[in-house]
Structures are given as C-alpha cells and as structure tokens.
C-alpha cells in the first residue's frame, strides 16, 4: 500500500512561488494517478493537478493551469507541484492523493483512495 507525504508549504507573499513535493512511499513504480487537490474550511476538496505515471501526461485546473505545473521524478519516487504568480485564492491546505491500477485520472477527490496528511500554504498580499 502506497503511503503519501507532501512537504514544501508555508506563507509567501502574492506573486511569489511555491514548489510542493510528494513522496511516494512503498511505491514500486506502479501505475494509475497522482493528484494534488486543496481544501479550505467549509469548502470542498478541490482538484488542483493529476499526472498519469506511466506517460508523465497531466491535467491541470482551468484556475491553475497558466501559473502551475505538476511533474513526476521516477528515480526519486517524488511529485512536484510547481506554483507560481501565487494570490490570496491559492491559500489552501494541500493535499497529495494516489489511485493506482488505473488508467484513466480525473480531477475528481473520490476518484483517489490514498491521501497524505496535507501541507499548508498561505498567500499573503
């Protein structure tokens, strides 16, 4: 079973840059999806970016997809969540999520079985 831990976030200032990683423990390069989401209180989990790992293809959110970038290191078993021109609606907690054994990914929480703990980010202006 796959175990997820994300690392990377903190407080930065509006336009300013983040870069989130994922650790994958216990992967063994299997196939399916890694996805990074957010949640703020009261609000629903959002999805933020998916990646496929056997082809490294990715999906962004239309609200992200212009400032961020999402990528696979095989070699390190780790997925990097670039963030870039970041503004008061980025702030977030993040959370990084594997569903495996699939070959379709979805920006869609309930898609992803396996969740890490999260790892805060706050935008400042």
């Known amino acids: 079973q796959v175990r997820l831990m994300e690392s990377g976030g903190g407080s930065v200032q509006a336009g300013g840059s983040l870069r989130l990683s994922c650790k994958l423990i216990e992967y063994y390069d299997q196939l399916g999806c890694i996805g990074w989401f957010r949640q703020i209180p009261g609000k629903i989990r959002e999805g933020v970016a998916v990646?496929?790992?056997?082809?490294?293809?990715?999906r962004l959110a239309d609200s992200v997809k212009d400032r961020f970038a999402i990528s696979l290191d095989n070699a390190r078993d780790l997925v990097y969540l670039d963030m870039n021109l970041l503004d008061s609606g980025d702030t977030a907690k993040y959370y990084c999520?594997?569903?495996?054994?699939?070959?379709?990914?979805?920006?869609?929480?309930?898609?992803?079985?396996?969740w890490g703990e999260g790892t805060q980010v706050t935008v400042s202006t």
């Open positions: 990646i496929w790992t056997r082809t490294g293809r990715s």
């Open positions: 999520a594997a569903e495996l054994g699939v070959s379709t990914c979805r920006l869609t929480a309930s898609n992803f079985a396996t």
